[in-house]
């Protein structure tokens, strides 16, 4: 086996496998990257057995076959350091042989018999997105997703599919973000992947110069697929909350206001809600939005904002991250906040923008 790649091309392509390589595992094989040399082509691939990447290499010269597996960690330290801007990869034994420059590494490779094999979703249903649709839609829901992996049908972003509609939704129980994009598409599913796999998804669309991308959903598996990099990601086997229900129909309080100076003004009331309960208190009357906060052993702070008000005055507390979280996810100058009461949830939106939203859970009142 003899290959000749560029270093940045190598480099490019094992950066893209790295995220799916095995933290944490009693296998020690998934801790590695499969190179395997096969029919002309030269791929990469890593898995954790939830995640699996296919990436092929674009290498200038390519003869011979083999399939091995080397060391993740080594393999990502070498090719940063790598001195030339070709490198050679050659096989003598069991050690994979790296020259660059006047640089040669002999590294020691693994039998590739268990290696888990990553199979894509081949049937099922197929769809394509345009790439930079795609890449807005999850950074505007995934923050909203539970961090405790132990909440397995909140630790993730939920995907539903509709006739020409793509859906995004992702929670923790305390606050809610919706996505939601016309694509062309006839058919009808959901499924629910995990926040490491949205996070694979977010590095393979970071590192596509592709237009559009490829979506195949077979009950089982999501595959998404560019021309040189397949990802294959496991769906979660549980059900994730029914979240219309925590939509609001109808209002009885609505403001706009500025996003910059609700967010400043969130940033100074939080000096003091930091300190106590991690709670705001939002009055709201005539024009004006008050934000205040107490903390016994700090003090308190009150904070105005000038506000464009429908229907009635409202006292209402919230924790003061969760707002700040969404306005960071909204571009739009002013934003929409709609209110039922103060023991129910808050719609937040962009002006004027539809098909995206955000639902905060109010906190009890003192």
Same mark, same amino acid.
């Given at each position: 086996? +003899?290959?000749?790649?560029?270093?940045?091309?190598?480099?490019? +392509?094992i950066?893209?496998?790295? !995220?799916?390589?095995?933290?944490?595992?009693?296998?020690?094989?998934?801790?590695?990257?499969?190179?395997?040399?096969?029919?002309?082509?030269?791929?990469?691939?890593?898995?954790?057995?939830?995640?699996?990447?296919?990436?092929?290499?674009?290498?200038?010269?390519? /003869? *011979?076959?083999?399939?091995?597996?080397?060391?993740?960690?080594?393999?990502?330290?070498?090719? &940063?350091?790598?001195?030339?801007?070709?490198?050679?990869?050659?096989?003598?034994?069991?050690?994979?042989?790296?020259?660059?420059?006047?640089?040669?590494?002999?590294?020691?490779?693994?039998?590739?018999?268990?290696?888990?094999?990553?199979?894509?979703?081949?049937?099922? =249903?197929?769809?394509?997105?345009?790439? @930079?649709?795609l890449?807005?839609?999850?950074?505007?829901?995934?923050?909203?997703?539970? +961090?405790?992996?132990?909440?397995?049908? #909140?630790?993730?972003?939920?995907?539903?599919?509709?006739?020409?509609?793509?859906?995004?939704?992702? %929670?923790?129980?305390?606050? #809610?973000?919706?996505?939601?994009?016309?694509?062309?598409?006839?058919?009808?599913?959901?499924?629910?992947? %995990?926040? &490491?796999?949205?996070?694979?998804?977010?590095?393979? #669309?970071?590192?596509?110069?592709?237009?559009?991308?490829?979506?195949?959903?077979? *009950?089982?598996?999501?595959?998404?697929?560019?021309?040189?990099?397949?990802?294959?990601?496991?769906v979660?086997?549980?059900?994730?909350?029914d979240? &219309?229900?925590?939509?609001?129909?109808?209002?009885?309080?609505?403001?706009?206001?500025?996003?910059k100076e609700?967010?400043?003004? #969130? !940033?100074?009331?939080?000096?003091?809600?930091?300190?106590? %309960?991690?709670?705001? !208190?939002?009055?709201?009357?005539?024009?004006?939005?008050?934000?205040?906060?107490? @903390?016994?052993?700090?003090?308190?702070?009150?904070?105005?904002?000038?506000?464009?008000?429908?229907?009635?005055?409202?006292?209402?507390?919230?924790?003061?991250?969760? =707002?700040?979280?969404?306005?960071?996810?909204?571009?739009?100058?002013?934003?929409?906040?709609?209110?039922?009461?103060?023991? /129910?949830?808050?719609?937040?939106?962009?002006?004027?923008?539809?098909?995206?939203?955000?639902?905060?859970m109010?906190?009890?009142?003192?």
């Open positions: 086996m +003899k290959v000749t790649v560029t270093t940045l091309e190598l480099k490019d +392509k950066t893209i496998a790295s !995220k799916a390589l095995a933290k944490k595992s009693v296998k020690p094989i998934l801790a590695g990257f499969l190179f395997e040399v096969k029919d002309g082509n030269f791929y990469i691939c890593a898995t954790d057995l939830e995640t699996g990447v296919k990436a092929t290499v674009n290498a200038a010269e390519i /003869s *011979g076959e083999a399939r091995f597996v080397v060391p993740g960690d080594v393999i990502q330290k070498m090719v &940063k350091v790598l001195p030339d801007e070709i490198t050679e990869l050659s096989l003598e034994g069991d050690a994979l042989v790296i020259s660059s420059g006047s640089t040669v590494f002999r590294i020691t490779t693994m039998p590739a018999d268990e290696f888990p094999e990553i199979t894509p979703a081949e049937s099922g =249903i197929t769809f394509e997105v345009d790439t @930079s649709l890449e807005e839609m999850v950074e505007k829901v995934i923050f909203a997703a539970a +961090k405790d992996e132990f909440m397995r049908n #909140l630790n993730g972003v939920f995907w539903e599919l509709h006739k020409n509609l793509l859906r995004l939704v992702a %929670s923790d129980g305390f606050r #809610l973000a919706l996505a939601e994009e016309q694509i062309e598409n006839e058919e009808e599913a959901s499924f629910l992947l %995990s926040l &490491k796999s949205m996070k694979e998804v977010q590095n393979v #669309l970071d590192n596509t110069t592709e237009p559009t991308i490829t979506v195949r959903y077979d *009950g089982r598996r999501v595959s998404l697929s560019t021309n040189d990099v397949e990802t294959v990601m496991r979660v086997d549980a059900e994730f909350p979240y &219309k229900r925590v939509i609001p129909e109808t209002f009885k309080t609505k403001v706009v206001v500025s996003r609700l967010r400043e003004s #969130l !940033k100074r009331v939080m000096v003091i809600a930091s300190k106590g %309960s991690e709670s705001v !208190k939002f009055e709201i009357e005539e024009n004006v939005m008050r934000l205040v906060s107490k @903390s016994p052993d700090y003090g308190e702070v009150v904070d105005e904002v000038e506000v464009q008000k429908e229907g009635e005055d409202l006292v209402i507390a919230f924790n003061p991250k969760f =707002i700040e979280d969404v306005l960071k996810h909204i571009e739009t100058e002013e934003i929409e906040m709609n209110f039922v009461d103060s023991t /129910s949830p808050c719609q937040i939106n962009p002006l004027d923008i539809s098909g995206y939203l955000y639902i905060v109010p906190i009890r009142l003192a």
